[in-house]
């Protein structure tokens, strides 16, 4: 990330102190943990972790792995050489042996276990990686890493129905917070010097070697330093580590953000955030805030870091972090009564491929086979569902079916989709369009018909744009977007209403329409379904009503597909399959056309290609060579 000297100051003080007083308060300061603390004798390990503590990145340009391991494993010698005297040994043998090398490799991770109440929680397992089937645990007590430095521990809160969410972190030393802001005062007088810096990697080293200048190590804040702050080994550690977290990443965030289990962050107001876990579902995280004014300072530094500021004019805010994920802020009291709010939507750089929902179990192998088809011959379709139930997603994973030689048009108001074409305009909205600045979907959409598109997605159609979208397939547009609506009869009543008012005998310009949902398994699990696939026929003015046929169906009960248009598909036999050049008896060709190209996704699901731009170039590939038209 490309950060000039302005960002120099962004700091989340109130947070990180948050973060390590919650542990220092709530974790370190119960009954069990300040017994255990009382008896412990400093280890030979706690002072010796030097370069541990360089964040993950620059880590070799202080010493290698091994000088680390060297000295970080005199812990486990030291806790053995200890056993009579350390009551914690009891801890250390008693954890499973993997946490036991993690805790040589970070000494921090072992503070923390030792300052949690393993007698009431017990002692976590490790997982160095997390498995879906972890979400059948009755009681979790884990830890689990999210990047080189960051550990997550999420166990039970027995008065909540939440558990609890723990970032463990370098820096969670009761004494950094203040060590950092004299640090950062003193870092001022480097600020110019951050220019020279042609990257965020760059400028990620200039900061740690400005704090090696601005700091000196001395164990025991014996020497009174002039020029310098006296620091121990442990606390440059969580210095730096801090000083890369707040002024390149997003502070206290910055562990959920580097989670790739996180789909969502909220933070509702004035409190606890809460997190939505890909594997564990709802949690409340280790983070609060206890007053609106500390909410405020936050969700104001945050807006000016993603270069949207909010104001008491302009309070709400909608973009996107550089990792790509997407953030709204609804900024002060007047308009958010529980204080500021702030949501972040999780996307990873690579989109989800359709084998990867396939591998979610969202779609299945045949109803690919259908989409790249359809899709392929420009039907116009919709994904509609809830909020959150998947549409964007599946939307963008669905684009790797449009022909490569296509020329797409994306309109969004904020920038989620990432089409795999290379001939692809992305277009984003301006301003609030209540002035005459603002550019909106509407403009948009209108602009991009004399774009002579193949194809137009739009992000989501929430009002008057679906009514040019509507005029744009009816003049030969192929158009793709999102909706919000749980059913193909509510898709149709929305689009019928107001605002947006589609002649009910334009409807049949929209050909397909997916419902996709957030539902629960039989075994209670969530997941995400394409509930149906459906053909819409059009409009039967004798009748006032819609017909539409349902391609696919989810049975909850079985949580497998139906294809209840098996030789019973209008839109494969009179359109698809003719654009295909398949007539006559030959149309029903084209079912064996589905299986085909299921046969084809599944082996390659079975080599291993999922990732989203590689399937995009194996397909384009095969679409050169005449294989995949
Ligand atoms: N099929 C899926 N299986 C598991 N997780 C998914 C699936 N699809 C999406 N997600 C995750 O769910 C979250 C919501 O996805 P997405 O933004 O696509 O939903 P949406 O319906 O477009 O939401 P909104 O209503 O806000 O526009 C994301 O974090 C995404 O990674
Ligand atoms: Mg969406």
Sequence with gaps: MNL?????????????????????????????????RSKVKPLAGETTDAAAGVPGPIRRRFGGAKAVRERNGQLAKAVAADADLDPRIDLYQGLPLDLQQECTDKPYLWE??????????????????????????????LIY??????????????????DSYIAIEPSNIPTVPDL????????????????????????????????????????????????????????????????????????ALEPLIQDLHIEDISCDGVGPIFLEHKVFGGLKAGIRFDSPEELDRFVIKLSERIGRPVTVR???????????????????????????NFTIRKFGET??????????????????????????????????????????????????????????????????????????????????????????????????????????????IRGEEGAIAFQAMQTGHTCMSTFHASSIEKLIQRLTGSPINIP??????????????????????PARRVVSINEILGYNSEVDSFEFVEVFRWN????????????????????????????????????????????????LHERGVTNFYELYKILSQAHREGLFR
């Design 112 to 141: 923390y276990l030792c300052s949690i109440p393993v007698d009431d929680i017990g002692v976590p397992h490790y997982y160095p990686r997390l498995t879906k089937d972890l979400r059948y645990l009755k009681y979790k007590n």
């Design 314 to 340: 302009e309070p709400i805010v909608d973009s996107v972090l550089p990792d790509g994920s997407r953030v709204n802020i609804v900024f002060g009291r007047e308009v958010s009564k529980k204080g500021s």
């Design 504 to 525: 009910k005998t334009y409807i049949d310009n929209l050909q397909l329409a997916i419902i996709i949902s957030s539902v629960r398994l039989a075994d209670g699990s």
């Design 351 to 460: 989109p989800l491929s359709f084998l990867d929902l396939i591998g979610l179990g969202t779609i299945n192998y045949e109803m690919a086979g259908y989409l790249s088809l359809t899709l392929g011959a420009g039907m116009n379709i919709f994904v509609a569902g809830e909020t959150a139930s998947g549409k964007t997603t599946l939307l963008n994973a669905i684009t790797t079916f449009i022909n490569p030689l296509h020329k797409i048009v994306s309109i969004e108001d904020t920038p989620e989709l990432q089409v795999p074409h290379p001939h692809w305009a992305r277009e984003v909205t301006r301003g609030n369009g209540r002035d005459d600045a603002s550019v909106t979907m509407f403009d948009l959409l209108r602009a991009a018909l004399r774009q002579r598109p193949n194809e137009i997605i739009i992000g989501e």
């Design 556 to 603: 909850p009960s079985t949580d497998k597909f139906e294809f209840p248009a098996k030789m019973n598909s209008r839109l494969l036999e009179e359109v698809v399959a003719v654009r295909r050049g398949l007539s006559g008896q030959d149309t029903r060709r084209i079912y064996d056309e589905i299986d085909d190209r299921a046969t084809i996704f599944k082996r």
């Design 4 to 36: 000039g000297p302005m960002h120099i100051s962004f700091d989340l003080p109130n947070l990180s102190r948050l973060g390590s007083r919650l542990l220092g308060g709530r974790l370190l300061g119960s009954p069990l943990a300040g017994r255990q």
């Design 180 to 251: 950092m802001r004299r640090v950062d005062q003193q870092m001022m007088a480097k600020v110019m010097r951050l220019h020279s810096a042609k990257d965020a990697g760059a400028r990620a080293e200039l900061m740690i070697q400005f704090l090696d200048e601005i700091c000196t190590v001395d164990e025991k804040h014996r020497r009174f330093q002039r020029k310098t702050i006296s620091v121990t080994e442990k606390e440059l550690f969580g210095l730096k580590y801090l000083q890369i977290r707040d002024k390149q990443g997003l502070g």
């Design 145 to 162: 890493p999210v990047s080189a430095d960051a550990y997550i521990h999420i166990y039970p809160d027995v008065e909540d129905t939440r």
